[in-house]
């Protein structure tokens, strides 16, 4: 069984204000984060001191979807990472010294040994292993994220059954594919990629249970803390890219992590809410927390970890029945001061799994008031309440009751819903810093080479 690294357990990102005392120059280093997402690739490149010096976004083709099926080719995603890191000012891009990548949570692909991709990556969507992850249920632990057909490591087994299986020498995830073609090697990931692919984040390896499936252990690759230093970029990869032969490759994590890291969320009780087409909450905690029949789970986080829960309430309720420029409209209308006194089930469809488990929940939209912005302001009041009823589950099953909350996603801008919220919530919600999973990618590069760096005068 491939086993973890056995490099240091890992941090959280520390604030400019807290960083090692650096003599910056004019040529000081730069830190380039890249966010691979389904539809572009996004880079954002920052200084020591957390100044945005450019940020650059290259669209993806779409990927293909055929019933269960969702694909994407794994070289699209290089061809607009290369795109993008070519747009790139020459100046900073000359000063980047180090790189980070966040990808999808969930995307697989299985490759030959010099790194050379099978077929199509199977999508974080991709639902076709459905068998696999029945199958799982029989060795898998109760509390495992792996569990499931919307997970890596069923989809791992479902390309395992296929003919070019045979040729496989890694299994690898989105962002691990492109680490690898960047430094020349490949078989590195980082816990929160591996984590529903089975990797155990509290033992810090791939556990025993694994063996009793039909994933070959050759395949697993190995498992760096994310931020970890890992190699410098390949020569031949420099120059295709312009980048520094100097650069370090740090390991990553997921998009969605990346996403919390830049909200500038650090210490423990402090909570992100995303307000998309779902609402999924996040608090940082001193320990982990899990209740599968919620779906609740934890990522390593340094020391640290970060539980939470997604709600199949959100945003796609309200574009249900509101286009985005009916809410702008309706928005100045609002009265967060004065409850409309309405209880809606905002579900999109039936069944809910957090912060209630009922397959069976059905949506209550009903009764509708005849002006829209009370309508809406329902809404919004019955969405604010589910995201405390949310925070209120997390904290029974132990973690801490928010101190403060960030919000990202697409409602963050909406003012008359963030009173509605602060209200319901009692804890102050703070601005996050930023909101683009690449800027955590980016400060993961930066204490990646801030580590490298520390370790370099340790040995002299």
């Not at 069923?154 to 430094?183: E, I, S, T």
């Not at 709600?311 to 420029?325: E, I, K, P, T, W």
């Amino acid at each position: 069984m491939a086993s973890s690294s056995s490099l240091g357990s890992g941090f959280l990102l520390r604030p400019a204000s807290r960083l090692p005392a650096l003599v910056v120059p004019r040529s000081s280093p730069l830190f380039l984060g890249i966010d691979v997402g389904t539809s572009g690739v996004r880079l954002m490149l920052r200084d020591c001191d957390d100044a945005l010096i450019a940020s650059v976004r290259e669209p993806l083709p779409p990927g293909h979807r055929r019933g269960a099926a969702s694909e994407q080719d794994p070289e699209h995603w290089w061809r607009a990472l290369v795109t993008a890191c070519r747009r790139l000012p020459p100046a900073p891009r000359a000063r980047i010294a180090a790189l980070a990548i966040d990808g999808t949570s969930g995307t697989v692909l299985l490759t030959d040994a010099a790194g050379r991709p099978l077929h199509p990556a199977l999508m974080y969507d991709d639902a076709r292993a459905q068998e696999e992850a029945e199958a799982l249920r029989a060795v898998a632990p109760a509390d495992s994220p792996a569990r499931g057909p919307a997970t890596g490591l069923a989809r791992l087994l479902w390309l395992a059954k296929q003919p070019f299986a045979r040729h496989a020498r890694h299994a690898l995830h989105q962002a691990d594919w492109l680490l690898g073609r960047l430094a020349g090697r490949f078989g590195d990931t980082d816990p929160n990629n591996a984590l529903k692919t089975g990797y155990d984040p509290l033992a810090r390896r791939w556990p025993a249970w694994l063996e009793k499936t039909d994933l070959p252990p050759e395949w697993l690759p190995r498992v760096h803390p994310a931020g970890t230093p890992l190699a410098r970029i390949a020569p031949v990869m420099a120059a295709e890219l312009g980048l520094p032969e100097s650069t370090l490759l740090v390991a990553g994590t997921t998009d969605s992590t990346a996403a919390f890291l830049a909200t500038g969320a650090r210490e423990p009780g402090e909570a992100v809410t995303c307000l998309g087409s779902t609402l999924v909450l996040k608090v940082l905690c001193a320990r982990p927390v899990a209740a599968p029949e919620y779906g609740i789970y934890s990522q390593p986080l340094g020391e640290r970890w970060l539980a939470g829960g997604a709600s199949n309430c959100g945003g796609a309720v309200l574009r249900r029945f509101f286009s985005d420029a009916r809410l702008r409209e309706l928005e100045p209308r609002l009265c967060p001061e004065r409850s409309t006194g309405l209880q809606y089930t905002p579900l999109p469809g039936i069944g809910e799994r957090f912060p209630v488990n009922d397959p069976t929940l059905a949506p209550v939209l009903e009764p509708r008031p005849d002006d829209d912005a009370v309508f809406l302001q329902g809404l919004l009041e019955s969405l604010a309440e589910v995201e405390r009823e949310g925070y209120r589950r997390l904290a029974a099953c132990g973690a801490p009751w928010p101190a403060s909350i960030r919000t990202t996603g697409g409602g963050a801008g909406n003012r008359a819903w963030t009173a509605i919220r602060a209200a319901r919530l009692g804890v102050p919600l703070l601005p996050a810093e930023q909101t683009e999973a690449a800027w955590g990618a980016a400060g993961l590069a930066r204490e990646g080479w801030l580590r490298k760096k520390e370790q370099g005068e340790q040995d002299a």
